[in-house]
């Protein structure tokens, strides 16, 4: 069955690095998705991107936040500067429709020291 | 934020019964509606969903079943098995230029009894 793979499965970094988490969607997929979860809380939604552009994003997505899709099958989440309250479970998701029955990856967990 | 609760943190449940999940929501805008099943140290994976437009959804031993009026979804498995013990979320969709966001429950840990 196709999956979602993302690399790496554990990130551990220092507050105000720069991190960059990477996925690869599903091939035939056209919609792609970021989400987290903090710990003890719920899975959030954070970026939808679809044609080459973001086409919905969160409060919580703001300017620290990037998202690319640098080639034909990788999808990346760009934090510039981590804090602290940015660790935790980061999942990536693809959908070949843009139907909400999408397929998640496994995720990064992202440990801000 | 609260659109989507799911009041129960866990559930026990002797294998071969029922078990019963349940969701409320609060946004009359939400109009699909979905449960993810996750493992731990993976990704939440997609069981079943339903539009506003019906009132049930069966998929061999999972049926979801909608009350609009009431905000409120649930899930049923008959029989439950020891393999259906994980973490249950629902998740609603608005639609339109919502079409790919989810707003997730913050989940019920479902345990099957062999």
């Known amino acids: 069955e196709p999956e979602v793979t993302q690399t790496p499965s554990h990130q551990v970094t220092q507050m105000g ?31 939808s991107f679809y044609n080459n552009e973001i086409s919905e994003k969160s409060e919580i997505f703001d300017d620290q936040f990037s998202v690319e899709r640098p080639d034909g099958s990788n999808f990346t989440l760009k934090i510039r500067s981590t804090k602290l309250e940015d660790s935790a479970m980061y999942f990536c998701a693809s959908s070949e429709s843009g139907y909400p029955g999408y397929t998640f990856g496994s995720g990064t967990r992202l440990t801000v020291v | 934020d609260q659109q989507v609760k799911q009041n129960s943190p866990s559930l026990s449940v002797q294998e071969g019964r029922i078990s019963i999940l349940n969701c409320d929501y609060t946004n009359s805008m939400f109009d699909y509606f979905l449960w993810y099943k996750k493992y731990p140290a993976e990704g939440p994976t997609f069981l079943i969903s339903i539009s506003s437009i019906k009132d049930k959804n069966e ?12 905000k409120h979804l649930s899930l049923h498995i008959v029989p439950s098995q020891p393999g259906d013990s994980a973490v249950y979320f629902c998740a609603c ?22």
């Open chain 2, 59 to 70: 998929d061999g031993r999972f049926t979801v079943f909608l009350n609009k009026s009431a």
């Open chain 2, 93 to 114: 969709n608005a639609g339109g230029t919502s079409y790919g966001k989810l707003t997730f429950g913050q989940g019920t840990i479902l345990t099957v009894h062999p």
């Open chain 1, 17 to 47: 690095q720069e991190v960059i988490l990477r996925c690869v969607p599903i091939s035939n997929h056209l919609y792609f998705y970021w989400y987290r979860q903090i710990l003890g809380q719920k899975v959030e939604f954070l970026v």
